[in-house]
């Protein structure tokens, strides 16, 4: 293996920004489900997995929510 290649997944791959990403648009979209069943216990429950992850709110929740 060469000693200057980055796994997959590294931030020199680029991989931690899809994987980011890809979180905040999961995210995104579970909130959206919960808000328009009006689920509060799943809202709380994504709200505490984002700070486990230390995304903001303000990077997956919808504007007007």
Known sequence: MDPNS???GSDTAGGT???REALI???HQR???AQARGDA???QALFREA???NLQPELWQDSAA
């Open 6 to 8: 980055q796994p997959p």
């Open 17 to 19: 920004d899809l994987r």
């Open 25 to 27: 648009a999961s995210l």
């Open 31 to 33: 909130f959206a489900l």
């Open 41 to 43: 216990e799943a809202k």
């Open 51 to 53: 700070v486990y992850l």
